[in-house]
């Protein structure tokens, strides 16, 4: 039996009589684990591990990743991607990424985070968010900041996490890499608008040609060789710049690309731009984070004892498109560990389209998530791609199905949706929460023109039903005046990490089940509507938790704990009855840091209180949210929709998704937190799940 001592001498006898009673057991996966000490079996090998005595624990872990990339020797001018596509050798880069951590003294509580200068690697390729000022087709100069941000935070907003605790003190990274020399063009602004030959925003720029998991130490940020990678086909076999996008039905010619435009109808919607422009009712596409899909890590059992790290990807594959210039895959490929301590592939196949027989489905996003140790489900974000020429449908039809697995991603399911939500429709879904193992919830865009602005649906293996509508006031009612037929006009966007705590009552302990919400502009506050004024309670859009005590058929709101939703970070639950949630303060100086507090609640959000837990951000810290100032063109034609906000320089000066979701490694009392905290039996099979869960 090989003995990894991983404990720097700090391993006793306690350790020694743990390993001899598992070996006594008789199982050769088993996993012992308390606050002082970890012994994990498997096979012959064994690893050891014991925090040093009289040291403070880690506690919470923050990754914070600046979207763009900066040079050393002009740290004020970001770099394209095309730029760093043809770096010179000796270009030195500013560092994007930064781990930090906050220990936890048993004395003092929660301590300041520190950064971990161990820490070199990163998560997101870089991306860039010029043009910041552009012509439109009547000449006017307008702010186009509002489209290059929705473009690229969409993966940081929906649900797609990047971090996850591994329950043993460590944690798992996903990790993009470009490679040097790809031949695959991946669209990014170019900082300024050229007008030659035509006008247009975009050059080649980064894109993530492969995906790798890896383990991170946070004590000292030392990064594990890969423990999962894969490559991912995106992008286009042909430079499509400075051609412009179409949707077009493609009647009499089947060509790919013409001299002045790119039909999405062949070449796909994944290669970096989006043919429309962003709004409450659509879904940017081109952020190279949502060509594919990392689950969070389970630890499951098999039926013959078995215990293994069961994780999964999905992605394309170069094989899974029928022209390989193409970025539209029609089917998608799984990646899965097995129990044997291997790797195995799949394929995941679309449904047809019957009524459309020269059409089919091809991905545009992705999205995976865990209901249970071995249950997950896939949604896929779809458009319509053509055979041929003869089509009937625009390629920007686009919708959502779900894909279920019971056995980690070996075999998959196609629930078919309810008649109201058949393909092709252009409302798919804003968010998801899990809400227990076998259901999602599922809600929809917000209708600016009904009092009931989102629709809850309950996802089975049964199929979408509609259990709920959240009316416009739940939002806005004490915030803002509502129009002369009762409709509040500022909409709301679901941030995708909602999920469960649990509060006690004098019944007993009772679920609450929560999501966040973003407004998506901020008016100013001399607004008026009707010759009175538009705000109530200036300002008139906060950042928000909706919660539900009943299963998602009713829900109420919760303020978060600053008035202004870009100084919101993520809410997460670091133990099954409190949330957490970061909070920065405003910017003293530009280019200096900015402070931020993570605030608890350990009611469900009714109420807020401030920690000594608080992390210092870098200067380069800059917006990756729906909030942006000024006057944001939303349509090249009249009448043309303004989204407005009077805070000065705020959209250079804030930020949401450069920084992470937090993670919670200990409870306040330094025992170790399993890797969903909580909701533990989700994702590990040695928990079950109460009669309150």
Not at 169 to 198: C, H, Q
Not at 409 to 428: D, R
Not at 433 to 450: G, H, I, P
């Amino acid at each position: 039996m090989l003995i990894n001592d991983d404990s720097r001498g700090a391993s006793d006898g306690k350790e020694k009589d743990q390993l001899q009673a598992m070996i006594t057991v008789g199982s050769e996966f088993m996993t012992y684990r308390d606050a002082e000490s970890t012994i994990q079996r498997s096979g012959e090998f064994v690893r050891i591990e014991r925090e040093p005595e009289g040291t403070s624990q880690p506690r919470f872990v923050l990754l914070h990743e600046t979207s763009m990339t900066h040079a050393e020797q002009s740290p004020d001018d970001a770099l394209t991607g095309n730029e760093l596509l043809n770096l010179s050798p000796d270009t030195k880069l500013l560092k994007r990424s930064r781990l930090f951590m906050s220990e936890q003294d048993t004395a003092a509580g929660d301590l300041p985070f520190r950064e971990i200068s161990g820490f070199k690697t990163q998560t997101r390729i870089s991306r860039h968010y010029g043009p910041i000022t552009g012509t439109d087709q009547f000449g006017n100069v307008t702010s186009r900041t509002r489209d290059a941000i929705a473009e690229t935070s969409y993966t940081a907003q929906a649900g797609k996490r990047r971090f996850f605790a591994k329950g043993d003190g460590k944690v798992i990274l996903v990790r993009e890499v470009a490679v040097s020399g790809d031949n695959r063009y991946f669209n990014d602004s170019m900082g300024k608008l050229v007008t030659t030959p035509r006008p247009h925003t975009k050059k080649r720029g980064l894109r993530a040609a492969r995906v790798e998991v890896v383990e991170v130490n946070p004590l000292t940020g030392a990064t594990s060789a890969p423990l999962f990678s894969f490559d991912v086909h995106s992008g286009l076999g042909f430079d499509p710049t400075p051609r412009s996008i179409s949707d077009s039905i493609r009647q009499t010619t089947a060509d790919m690309y013409s001299s002045t435009s790119v039909f999405v109808a062949f070449a796909g919607a994944q290669y970096g731009s989006y043919w429309g422009f962003p709004d409450t009712g659509k879904i940017p596409t081109g952020d190279a984070s949502d060509t594919y899909a990392v689950c969070e890590p389970g630890i499951a059992k098999t039926d013959d004892g078995r215990e293994y790290t069961a994780m999964i990807a999905v992605y394309p594959a170069a094989d899974d498109v029928y022209d390989s210039r193409s970025s539209g895959p029609y089917r998608l490929t799984c990646k899965r560990t097995t129990p044997q301590g291997g790797v195995a592939l799949g394929k995941i196949n679309f449904p047809s389209l019957p009524s459309l027989p020269k059409h089919y489905l091809a991905a545009r996003g992705m999205s995976l998530h865990r209901l249970g140790p071995s249950k997950v489900v896939l949604r896929v974000i779809v458009h319509a791609m053509q055979f041929g020429a003869g089509g009937s449908v625009q390629a920007s039809s686009s919708d959502a199905f779900f894909m279920w697995s019971t056995n980690n991603g070996e075999t998959w399911t196609y629930v078919v949706p309810s008649a109201s939500l058949s393909f092709p429709s252009t409302s798919h879904y804003g968010g998801l929460l899990t809400q227990d193992k076998n259901t999602l919830l599922a809600f929809s865009r917000y209708e600016t023109a009904s009092p009931n602005a989102i629709e809850v649906f309950r996802i089975t293996t049964s199929g979408a039903t509609k259990i709920s509508t959240i009316p416009a006031a739940v939002f806005g009612a004490g915030l803002t005046k509502p129009g002369p037929s009762g409709n509040y006009y500022i909409p709301y966007a679901p941030l995708g990490f909602g999920g469960a705590v649990y509060r006690s009552t004098p019944e007993g302990k009772k679920k609450r089940l929560w999501m966040q919400f973003d407004p998506y502009s901020v008016w100013e506050e001399s607004k008026t509507l009707g010759g009175t004024p538009f705000n109530i309670s200036y300002p008139g859009a906060r950042p928000m938790l909706l919660v539900s005590d009943d299963g998602g058929i009713t829900w109420a709101r919760r303020l978060l704990p600053t008035p202004w939703c870009f100084r919101a970070g993520f809410v997460v639950a670091i133990d099954d009855k409190t949330l957490a949630v970061p909070v920065m303060s405003a910017r003293t100086e530009p280019g200096k840091p900015i402070d931020a507090t993570i605030y608890l609640s350990d009611n469900g959000g009714d109420s807020w209180k401030a920690t000594r837990a608080q992390i210092s951000l870098p200067g380069k810290t800059w917006v990756d949210g729906q909030i942006v100032v000024g006057r944001q063109w939303e349509r090249n034609s009249v009448p043309r929709f303004q989204y407005e906000q009077d805070i000065s320089e705020s959209a250079t000066q804030y930020n949401r998704g450069e920084l992470l979701p937090m993670i919670a490694l200990r409870d306040k009392a330094g025992k170790l937190l399993p890797s969903n905290p909580a909701r533990p039996w989700m994702a590990d099979h040695k928990f079950k799940e109460p009669d309150y869960g």
